[in-house]
């Protein structure tokens, strides 16, 4: 199905002062509902990428993990889980990562990547970046290359796709909102 811009941003909604006063929350789960919709971005990731050579898909806990997984499932590549801390069975590595207010902590399975793996690096959205940059050091920090990083929007005035490509990283996002 082609990809149509204006019906993908009409399912997502702004909530105002969501998780907190001031913020634009940009919504995707409406997306997920949708059929149509949610066959058009499969279908733009799907078509960006069938003919590449990544090897793995990695995604951030939780929205990433809704299109990566089905991403993975048709491009037949294996599924990487990047979660919070305390929320992987079994031996991971982890890297923390500045929050506005604090800090948090990501965590891989050891052994999910190894050198010469090509990683496309999925989220639901770009912000600020520092998640991003945190899992890219987790997967990097066992030798994979990140090929692209991939999200359904990009939140541009955030700074944190500048900082991605500023790291020689590759961005792709189906969606920006500019100033907004």
Do not use: N
């Not at 998780?19 to 066959?39: E, Y």
């Not at 990487?80 to 305390?86: C, D, P, S, W, Y």
């Not at 690096?121 to 987790?138: M, N």
């Amino acid at each position: 199905m082609l990809y149509d811009d204006f019906y993908v941003k009409s399912l997502i909604q702004t909530i105002e002062d969501w998780p907190k006063q001031g913020i634009s929350f940009r919504d995707i789960t409406p997306i997920f509902s949708d059929p149509k919709g949610m066959r058009m971005v499969v279908d733009a990731y799907v078509h960006r990428y069938i003919a590449t050579d990544i090897t793995h898909i990695a995604c951030i806990d939780a929205r990433g993990f809704l299109i990566a997984a089905v991403l993975a499932y048709e491009l037949q590549k294996p599924l990487i889980l990047v979660r919070k801390k305390g929320k992987l069975p079994g031996k991971t590595i982890s890297q923390k990562y500045a929050l506005e207010y604090g800090e948090a902590e990501l965590e891989i399975q050891e052994g999910a990547v190894k050198a010469g793996d090509e990683v496309l690096l999925f989220d639901d959205l770009i912000a600020t970046g520092g998640t991003l940059l945190a899992a890219i050091e987790l997967l990097t920090s066992q030798g994979a290359s990140i090929k692209e990083v991939a999200a359904i929007i990009d939140l541009p005035d955030l700074g944190g796709s500048q900082k991605l490509r500023d790291s020689d990283i590759p961005v792709f996002s189906l969606c920006a909102y500019d100033g907004e």
